[in-house]
């Protein structure tokens, strides 16, 4: 295919789609016209852009009204609108292998940024109904693998998987959440390319596989349990009722934080870099790229929430056999099969550094980590 304007497609527009769509939407802005690419979005065929008339562009070509927003404050229909983003309505769960190579060999990048698994509008066999008949949920162990198996056999230049999570060669196969050996799989999918190209030849689809620890805001949410601290508008007028504040494992466990404003620079950095080579020659990329917000550890944590707000909060540490207990109970529950894995502390925390194949990403003024720990609590709370 003609890679000419390095067309990108995005898989989602949600709690990570839509920050990657602003930064690309950025970065594009910034290019020079040989080095400028097309975005384009998968988006279900519900979605509210498709059935919405789009908004009106006069008051943007009047003197006295503002400008249209900036591509990294814009909404998705304005950045549909205004920043050249282009959306494409398909249900993924309902998509056959087919259909999928079919849509991502037009596009020299694609970006899974679905989550581990997907819901689609009606019920494709073989997948099983849920509660709501009209719904389903593809088996989030399947997504991975076959989004990576049409990204192979559509021969996209640069391919990034839905692995924007932990280290899952480090916590291993067998843990109390499958969905990890799932990225196991679709790890080992693509290593295997690699080496059949070599055996060829042949360069084939350049992948990276981006570890960024715990989104910063499950992190933050009182159902994770880990800072379950009372905040104006949960249901506490000012936000200041009793809290607890846990660890998981130990105080000393250690924990990598990212923002999804920080997955999406990280990104950009990641398929633009400074210097770059020429939009035709393949982007070489190590097999993994860790990214980070923070690296801190429960303790350090729980004293940043402390100090932030100026209180004193409860303090209790789920330790493992707490967890363990928990699951006995609740055998596969997903939040305590998630806590399990956090406790260990393996595969969770990493510092940006690194050499050979593997490596971090220092990102610099932009970044969120220019509030460092404390930015980040500081917007949990509002602040």
């Known amino acids: 295919m003609d ?44 979605n509210a852009v498709f059935s919405s008339p789009p908004p009106s562009t006069i008051a943007y070509q009047s003197s006295d009204k503002p400008s249209p927003p900036a591509a990294l404050d814009a909404t998705l229909p304005e950045l549909i609108q205004h920043h050249a983003v282009t959306p494409i309505a398909i249900d993924l769960a309902r998509s056959s292998h087919d259909t999928l190579v079919d849509l991502f060999s037009g596009y020299h990048t694609l970006i899974s940024a679905t989550g581990y698994s997907i819901t689609s509008s009606a019920v494709p066999p073989p997948f099983s109904e849920t509660e709501h008949p009209s719904t389903v949920t593809m088996d989030a162990t399947a997504f991975p693998v076959l989004i990576a198996h049409a990204a192979l056999a559509a021969r996209v ?98 924990i990598t934080l990212t923002t999804p404003h920080d997955i999406a620079l990280g990104i950009a950095h990641i398929l633009f870099p400074k210097p770059s080579p020429s939009p035709q020659t393949p982007l070489p990329l190590p097999p993994t790229i860790r990214l980070s917000t923070s690296t801190t550890t429960y303790a350090a944590l729980a004293s940043t929430v402390s100090s932030v707000l100026n209180r004193d909060f409860k303090r209790e540490c789920w330790d493992l056999e707490r967890i363990a207990r928990e699951l006995e109970g609740k055998p596969g529950d997903t939040l305590w099969s998630y806590r399990a894995v956090f406790a260990r502390g393996v595969g969770t925390a990493w510092e940006v550094e690194g050499d050979g194949e593997e490596g971090g990403l220092e990102l610099g003024e932009e970044a969120d980590a220019r509030g460092g720990l404390e930015g980040v609590v500081r917007g949990w709370f509002g602040l």
Not at 18 to 36: G, K, N, Q, V
């Open 3 to 46: 890679n000419a304007d390095n067309p990108i497609l995005v898989l989602g527009a949600g709690v990570l789609g839509l920050p990657i769509l602003r930064r690309l939407a950025h970065t594009a802005r910034s290019l020079p016209s040989e080095r400028r690419f097309s975005i384009s979005v998968t988006l279900r065929p519900s």
């Open 157 to 254: 230049d640069r391919f990034l998987p839905w692995a924007f999570g932990l280290d899952y060669v480090a916590i291993g196969r067998g843990r109390e959440q499958k969905v990890f050996d799932a990225q196991l799989d679709v790890r080992e999918l693509l290593e295997a390319h690699t080496k059949e190209m070599a055996r060829r030849g042949e360069v084939g689809t350049q992948w990276v596989i981006v570890p960024v620890g715990v989104f910063s805001d499950l992190l933050g949410s009182r159902g994770w349990g880990v800072v379950d601290v009372p905040r104006a508008g949960d249901g506490d007028v000012d936000g200041k009722g009793e809290g607890v504040l846990r660890a998981l494992g130990s105080w000393d466990t250690p």
